[in-house]
């Protein structure tokens, strides 16, 4: 069965960084397409924040370019999101997302904070 799971969450001062990370499981990883969005509370849509096709190209909302990388492993089998310079508008719910044939597949999410 599809298996996605978050980790690398947590509370960074504003300006520091953070390293989130994906594992998938219960597919062939190096065959699709992966993403990384975000939910602030009280909003009802993820926000696309970045994804990265099998063959590695990326993809990044505005606000987070040049600051935040995204990247894969497909021997491990990981898709991991690199942030730097956090800002307080990046806290929010960060969640890996798959689209597997006709489904859609989220992990549980890990929170991202940051704060002074």
């Known amino acids: 069965q599809v298996q996605l799971v978050e980790s690398g969450g947590g509370l960074v001062q504003p300006g520091g960084s953070l390293r989130l990370s994906c594992a998938g499981s219960g597919f062939i990883f190096s065959r699709y397409d992966m993403g990384w969005y975000r939910q602030v509370p009280g909003e009802r849509e993820r926000e696309l924040v970045a994804?990265?096709?099998?063959?590695?190209?990326?993809n990044y909302v505005d606000s987070v370019k040049g600051r935040f990388t995204i990247s894969r492993d497909n021997v491990k089998k990981t898709v991991s999101l690199q942030m730097n310079s956090l800002k307080s508008e990046d806290t929010a719910a960060y969640y890996c997302?798959?689209?597997?044939?006709?489904?859609?597949?989220w992990g549980q999410g890990t929170q991202v904070t940051v704060s002074s």
């Open positions: 997302r798959l689209v597997y044939g006709t489904m859609t597949y």
């Open positions: 994804s990265i096709t099998t063959d590695d190209r990326t």
